[in-house]
């Protein structure tokens, strides 16, 4: 399980250092792909591969299914490469925009990690902060220990 909240710097050539405490989850090869919000999502492989299997088996017929297949299969199988960076390639970055020399937020999200520009995740916690309550209700889940 993926937890945490970093940041870091993407340099000029678009590499990333993933923090050490989240690549001590994370196999030799990952899935970096567009996520919801305008995030990244990188998955170990092989949840990635979990994943893509559901998502094949959707049928080609629902259009929320290929809209969904169209956003993530496009994606990018990558290394992390001797100092823990991982290269986003320039139409994710765009989609997430993650500008070079920028600053990027690293989550740990349970199964995956997500790449946000500090930008969006400073409007996307704004957003969660206001609507917290109003989205857990809907979950029906009681948060409560």
């Known amino acids: 399980m993926f937890s945490g909240e970093f940041e870091h710097s993407i340099d000029d050539k678009g590499r990333l250092i993933i923090p050490a405490r989240l690549r001590v989850e994370l196999p030799g090869e990952v899935f970096i792909t567009r996520g919801f919000e305008g995030c990244l999502f990188l998955y170990p492989i092989d949840t ?6 559901k998502l094949r088996g959707l049928s ?4 929320a299914a290929r809209f969904v297949s169209r956003l993530m299969f496009p994606g990018s199988e990558t290394g992390l490469d001797n100092q823990g960076r991982i290269s986003v390639p320039p139409p994710l970055r765009d989609h997430a925009d993650i500008q070079l ?12 990690i997500e790449l946000w520009s500090k930008s969006r995740w400073r409007q996307m916690t704004q957003e969660l ?3 917290i309550a109003k989205h857990a209700d ?3 889940v009681d948060f409560t220990f």
């Open 101 to 112: 020399g920028g600053e990027v937020v690293v989550l740990g999200v349970n199964n995956r």
């Open 138 to 140: 809907a979950l029906d």
């Open 48 to 53: 990635w591969n979990e994943m893509s299997d």
């Open 60 to 63: 080609t017929t629902n259009k």
């Open 129 to 131: 902060e206001q609507n």
